[in-house]
């Protein structure tokens, strides 16, 4: 069955177009079997968190916006489970907020750096980050901690998507302002964030786009104080809660 074979009236719609596109993306050398075991995750708690954008996280995902607009040099770093599920939507966000786009992978091997800078560009990427790896997040085995000096080693405010908890320990540690988005609360990666978004990429890269152009004509000061009323502690909490209370699902 591919994508367009999922009827968008089935129940688990979303889950199962995500799935094919990983299993497109592992068959394209995009993605890794690693990312493969990443996503079985994640969607195990997007249905406990019923498949939705929490109030919290859509709060989430307007400071991350504000955040972004207010960086001097902001990098979304792009993995092979985002490069597989929301290629588009990504350059449409570096480019929302003026972001550079830089592949950083877990697994990192030449072929594959390669053949997601290419999936980004064939998605309207003019420039595209990562390959060059003349820098370094210190803390990190050195295979681990490479990224491009004027890239997310030059960055002040970072967008990770779908981080390994190290490595975002590792980017706070350095100094990054970091969003992450992961479905899991509990992970060490939205915890190290000071905007962890608890949702969907595939909900929350567009999410960020559209707050960012509604408030494209916000002053400093607006946004300055979008992202101070933002608590995280707050939105780990609210997603922990939905959990434990959510109904689990929506196809019961
Ligand atoms: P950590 O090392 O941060 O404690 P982990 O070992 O769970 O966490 P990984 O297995 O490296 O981390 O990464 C998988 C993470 O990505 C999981 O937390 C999972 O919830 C999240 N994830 C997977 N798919 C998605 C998705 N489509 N959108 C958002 N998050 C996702």
Same mark, same amino acid.
Not at 16 to 22: E, G, N
Not at 221 to 227: G, P, T
């Given at each position: 069955?591919?994508?367009?074979?999922?009827?968008?009236?089935?129940?688990?719609?979303?889950?199962?177009?995500?799935?094919?596109?990983?299993?497109?993306?592992?068959?394209?050398?995009?993605?890794?079997?690693?990312?493969?075991? *990443?996503?079985?995750?994640?969607?195990?708690?997007?249905?406990?968190?019923?498949?939705?954008?929490?109030?919290?996280?859509?709060?989430?995902?307007?400071?991350?916006?504000?955040?972004?607009?207010?960086?001097?040099?902001?990098?979304?770093?792009?993995?092979?489970?985002?490069?597989?599920?929301v290629p588009e939507e990504?350059v449409a966000?570096?480019?929302?907020?003026?972001?550079?786009?830089?592949?950083?992978?877990?697994?990192?091997?030449?072929?594959?750096?390669?053949? #997601?800078?290419?999936?980004?560009?064939?998605h309207g990427?003019?420039?595209?980050?990562?390959?060059?790896?003349?820098?370094?997040?210190?803390?990190?085995?050195?295979?681990?901690?490479?990224?491009?000096?004027?890239?997310?080693?030059?960055?002040?405010?970072?967008?990770? =998507?779908?981080?390994?908890?190290?490595?975002?320990? *590792?980017?706070?540690?350095?100094?990054?302002?970091? #969003?992450? #988005?992961?479905?899991?609360?509990?992970?060490?990666?939205?915890?190290?964030?000071?905007?962890?978004?608890?949702?969907?990429?595939?909900?929350?890269? =567009? /999410?960020?786009?559209?707050? *960012?152009?509604?408030?494209?004509?916000? /002053?400093?000061?607006?946004?300055?104080?979008?992202?101070?009323?933002?608590? =995280?502690?707050?939105?780990?909490?609210?997603?922990?809660?939905?959990?434990?209370?959510?109904?689990?699902?929506?196809?019961?």
């Amino acid at each position: 069955m591919t994508e367009t074979d999922v009827p968008e009236d089935h129940p688990r719609y979303a889950s199962l177009v995500t799935r094919h596109r990983i299993e497109a993306g592992v068959d394209a050398g995009i993605t890794s079997r690693q990312g493969l075991i *990443a996503q079985g995750r994640g969607e195990a708690f997007d249905y406990l968190l019923g498949e939705r954008t929490l109030p919290s996280a859509d709060a989430a995902e307007r400071a991350a916006a504000a955040r972004l607009l207010l960086a001097d040099h902001p990098v979304i770093s792009v993995n092979g489970n985002v490069a597989a599920l929301v290629p588009e939507e990504t350059v449409a966000l570096a480019e929302a907020v003026d972001a550079d786009l830089e592949v950083n992978l877990f697994n990192r091997t030449e072929e594959r750096m390669k053949a #997601i800078a290419d999936h980004l560009r064939e998605h309207g990427a003019e420039s595209v980050k990562g390959l060059t790896g003349d820098g370094e997040i210190p803390g990190l085995d050195h295979a681990r901690g490479i990224v491009d000096a004027d890239g997310i080693g030059a960055a002040d405010v970072v967008v990770v =998507p779908l981080e390994d908890g190290d490595r975002a320990e *590792a980017l706070a540690a350095a100094g990054k302002t970091e #969003i992450v #988005i992961d479905l899991n609360p509990g992970s060490r990666s939205p915890r190290a964030a000071a905007i962890p978004i608890i949702d969907n990429v595939i909900r929350a890269v =567009p /999410s960020v786009t559209a707050h *960012a152009r509604d408030l494209a004509n916000a /002053s400093p000061a607006e946004l300055r104080s979008i992202v101070d009323s933002f608590d =995280p502690e707050a939105a780990l909490s609210a997603a922990e809660a939905a959990i434990r209370e959510g109904e689990f699902g929506t196809d019961e």
